[in-house]
């Protein structure tokens, strides 16, 4: 295998990178456990997984737990990392540390880097050890939204009125992409609601922010998860076949609702661009998506910046019987949500490209296994977004 490779446009980009562990720790209803001790399950299972020794870890990324995040998830771990990243840009944060990872592993700054992450959202809520958030807060730019009740649910529903508004987007076409989670889930032992539901059952569902009724919206859960990243000479190491990163990009858009030039076009359309293109893939080359689906209208717009469709045409795409497979774990909205869920995009992508899926697992036409995917993430209110194509070849 070739120590050095160059992407599309002629980079140099040192050594390849693949993924060579991954773990959930415990998900959906985690009562007891601590953050921290989900972080510490999550880690220690990925290194399991991989089949190297901890030693060899020398990189971590981790946010959103801790005042030092992540010097005292280190320190819980029992890691002295020489490469730490700590970028926090909300769902989009995982993708966008695996592609600072990625590019520190192949300029030889660290070897290997474990990104982790664990939360307990929702029993916090149901101790009353925290309450919900209807926002961000009230500091810096958002302080000229927050007055008017511009909260965090109703900036994605605005944004999803104005594709309705601008291409004819119904509500039939967003309640499909909650039908679809729900059914993908359905398969998946490991989702926290797996019953099955309707069109009809999504519509008639209590209102929480116009267009979106309680269905269109993500579930909140407990849980954590981790991902190992390393450079190619330990792939001969490894228990399992490795997963390649096969090229990213990141784009941050706006915070403030009166800066975003268009509500139809998430920043996922500048980082998926620079993904494929560094990838030197085609969307159509893809077999499956796993996009950050907090709401129903993140999966469609989505979609259609990421190229699956053209804009506009995401409606009609989520209602193809035969489109491409898309959060096929059943993502946020049925199977798992704990905050910033963006490395569980990263981690069924690569157990779909193994063949590891616990409950839906995509083949190709021939019967073969998906050879390509993609990983998607968006944070905040479209603010920012991660994309990073996988491979196995």
Known sequence: MPTTSRNRAGRHTGRRVAVVGISLSDCGRVDEATPYALHAQAARRALADSGLDRSVIDGLASAGLGTLAPVEVAEYLGLRPRWVDSTAVGGATWEVMAAHAADAIAAGHANAVLLVYGSTARADIKARRRTSNLSFGARGPLQFEAPHGHTL?????????????????????????????????????????????????????????????KLHCCIRSDGGCAVLLAAEEYVPDTAKAPVWILGTGEYVSHTTMSQW????????????????????????????????????????????????????????????????????????????HPGMRGLFLLVEAVRQLRGEAPGLQVRRADGSLPELAVASGTGGWFCSSGTVVLGRG
């Open 153 to 213: 649910i109703a900036k994605y529903a605005m944004a999803a009125r104005r594709h309705m508004h601008e291409y004819g987007t119904t509500l039939e076409q967003l309640a499909e992409v909650a039908v679809q989670a729900r059914a993908n889930a359905a398969l998946n032992p490991e989702a926290m609601f797996r019953e099955p539901i309707t069109v009809d059952e999504v519509l008639d569902g209590p209102m929480i922010a116009d267009p979106f009724t």
């Open 261 to 336: 030039e268009d509500f139809t076009v998430s920043p996922a359309a500048v980082s998926g661009r620079l993904a494929f293109e560094r990838a030197g893939v085609r969307p159509e080359e893809v077999d499956l998506a796993e996009i950050y689906d907090a709401f129903t209208y993140m999966t469609l717009v989505t979609l259609e910046d990421l190229g699956f469709c053209a804009k506009g045409e995401g409606g009609p795409f989520v209602q193809e019987k035969d489109r491409l497979p898309v959060n096929t774990d059943g993502g946020g909205l049925s199977a798992c």
